[in-house]
């Protein structure tokens, strides 16, 4: 049995250290020749995580060659897009390329799918040097070849959707999931989000409103997203302040929120998320630049009696929730498409 | 009333960033003359979190001197004790030595006391040179002042129990409080501790059992503690693995848990810790060594539908559960004492 966790986890594919999962890893295997349990991807597009692409592109100085450049090198030397900095990677498209005898995941040649496992954990090899992207947006147009593994999540890309849509949404589809399920479960009234005109910020609040949550409030960072997030009536009270200013943050929420969701993509939002959130209430933590030490030691500090979730990227029927918030909420897809590109 | 806030949290002592909280800070005034709302603490003992102790002591090879000598650089530069590299810090032990007339800890001077808010966030100054301390123990005998704001937290050290043992036991009081309340919570029967043969992971054990958990697995690093986790009688069931291998841990777990606890002091238990827990069950990160993003990314690439939760170190009730715990638990109290100093 461990050995077909073993292989179904991809344990096979990790050249470095020995022992370890893909997304731990040092180093995975992308040879593009399958086994019986594997799947291949001809890859069309990555798309970069956002804390990831913020972290390469400030360290280059918005230097889209050097972006490139080192994203490239990533790629090279891991066998997959994990950046060393943020540990983070992103998740891609392409067409079903081959299919082994004994894969699980129901997919055929052929068909156009979306990664729902990271890049983190995904062998990955590339073959045309990213030229025909300029290092300056998270989604990448790229050619080379992909592996899944038995236990891997791929959704098969919807017909009524561009593809880019779909990649964009798709990516941060455990967040609404997620948050959906934590107001549902705690009967969540007043819901706040740290960066609610964001892809994930904004299909969280869709999906708050949708769980039965009464009052909604986003938080953003300027005045220009608050007029597309006010335009949007995803929330009934849009507040501007700088996330990672706690005071400020608690100054602008107002009443606390039964659940706070952070959607923000730079560091040092956790203990403005904290002071945001009533005594007894739940912080949903998706930003990848999320500071566990942070999160933990800040609550205990403050005395925050607060529930404190690691958002887990994975909960069942989160692509279609995502897709189908995107298809029937305007607002969602008022602060989306922009997002997007053509 | 945000200025009660801000003060209360302590920002007025923030020397940079401006606008930080003292957790955040790079840098805290530990001037002892206080403000109305503060109260000073004489400090007697200091105990530092057993993952910041353990990075010191293997960066100084386990040169005692050296890890004395960096502890005392760390408090001069920041005001506090906050392990730059581990984010952490510990807490201590110590005399009221000054009560700010507003001050609402309801504490009085001559009282002996523990701090149950992180030293990462509490103004420190140190005065002895640590002389008293060898270096090689978590528990350092410290002579200095400490602040607390309003809104910290202070315990009134029993009389029935040595000062040692009860920092000992109210450093991980978080732990026990809050596997209670997440077992209370979900109901869960089967319960894994990873790390379980330590201090919070053998009162987290205890803490699960009291609040109805009927089937526990303590998972350990050797046969030393498999055997004293054995003769304690917290655990059904004692299992010897090591917590950063993800594979061997679920192998050695077996059935996966209902709530899976975590509290080893090492990184890299996260995937373990999630290949050991059920569909829809909870993971609990006590361990300070806890990655975020490999956390979230580990149970995505995992297809994991798992709840995991940062630890936080504040319950209401936390310090008299845990020293309950004790008090009452000779299995506890056998695992605990051999790792108190006389």
Not at 72 to 81: N, Q, T
Not at 134 to 153: K, M, N
Not at 329 to 342: K, M
Request: charged share 20%; glycine share 12%.
């Amino acid at each position: 049995m461990l050995e077909t966790i073993e292989r179904a986890l991809g344990a096979h594919r990790v050249l470095e250290p020995r022992g370890a999962l893909p997304q731990a890893a040092l180093r995975l295997d992308a040879d593009p020749a399958i086994g019986p349990d594997e799947v291949r991807i001809a890859v069309e597009r990555l798309n970069l995580d956002a804390a990831s692409f913020r972290q390469l592109s400030e360290s280059c100085g918005g230097d889209g060659e050097a972006v490139r450049a080192a994203v490239l090198e990533i790629v090279e030397a891991r066998g997959k897009m994990q950046n060393p900095v943020t540990g983070s990677g992103g998740m891609l498209i392409g067409v079903v390329d081959a299919v082994g005898s004994g894969s699980p995941l129901g997919l055929t040649v052929g068909q156009r799918v979306a990664t729902l496992v990271s890049l983190t954990l995904t062998p990955l090899r590339l073959t045309d040097g990213l030229t025909a992207w300029d290092g300056r947006s998270e989604q990448v147009p790229a050619a080379g070849t992909a592996i899944l593994f038995a236990r891997s999540i791929a959704a098969v890309l919807p017909d009524d959707l561009p593809d880019p849509v779909s990649l964009a949404v798709l990516d941060v589809c455990g967040a609404p999931a997620a948050t959906a399920r934590v107001v549902e479960r705690t009967g969540a009234r007043r819901v706040a989000v740290l960066g609610a005109a964001g892809k994930s910020g904004s299909l969280s609040l869709a999906a708050a409103r949708a769980a039965g949550a009464a009052d909604l409030v986003g938080l953003v960072r300027n005045d220009a997203e608050a007029a597309a997030l006010g335009a949007s009536g995803l929330a009934d009270r849009v507040v501007v302040a700088d996330a990672t200013d706690p005071l400020a943050v608690a100054a602008a929420a107002g009443t606390p929120a039964d659940v706070t969701v952070v959607c923000v993509d730079v560091p040092g939002a956790e203990h403005g998320a904290v002071l945001a959130t009533a005594e007894g209430g739940t912080v949903v933590f998706f930003s990848m630049a999320t500071s566990f030490s942070a999160a933990a030691l800040g609550a205990e500090g403050m005395a925050a009696d607060v529930t404190m979730l690691v958002g887990n990227g994975y909960t069942p029927g989160h692509a279609a929730l995502a897709l189908d918030l995107y298809r029937s909420n305007a607002g969602v897809r008022s602060l989306i498409d922009p997002r997007v590109e053509a």
